[in-house]
């Protein structure tokens, strides 16, 4: 049971990505589903979440410009990133809360992450 992103890369300020996260194995519901980051020298941080219902929660830094989205059918939490600047470059992590049908409990799950790099 894991968790994988994609769609990471390099653009110019003001530009836009969409980041994926795919959870794979045996996982018979998923609860909560989110993106973090961690840019050099800082901590992680929560960059939003998307809970079970649909409903959403973003960083003050991102509220207006990114959206988090989720679909069940292919166990996916994506994040659409517009209009970014240079301060957005950071390793972005996927989390999610899911019950491991084989494992009978649920389990947190961290991506390996993928860079993003915004220049200006």
């Known amino acids: 049971v894991h968790v994988v992103e994609s769609g990471g890369g390099s653009v110019q300020a003001g530009g836009s990505l969409r980041l994926s996260c795919e959870a794979s194995?045996?996982?018979?519901?998923?609860?909560?589903m989110a993106w973090y980051r961690q840019a050099p020298g800082k901590e992680r941080e929560l960059v939003a979440s998307?809970?079970?219902?649909?409903?959403?929660r973003y960083a003050d830094s991102v509220q207006g410009r990114f959206i988090i989205s989720r679909n069940d059918a292919v166990k996916t939490v994506y994040l659409q990133m517009n209009s970014l600047r240079p301060e957005d470059t950071a390793v972005y992590y996927c989390?999610?809360?899911?019950?491991?049908?084989?494992?009978?409990?649920?389990?947190?799950?961290w991506g390996q992450g993928t860079q993003v790099t915004v220049s200006s």
């Open positions: 989390n999610a809360e899911v019950f491991g049908s084989t494992y009978g409990e649920y389990l947190a799950l």
């Open positions: 998307i809970s079970a219902g649909g409903g959403t």
């Open positions: 194995g045996s996982i018979s519901r998923i609860n909560y």
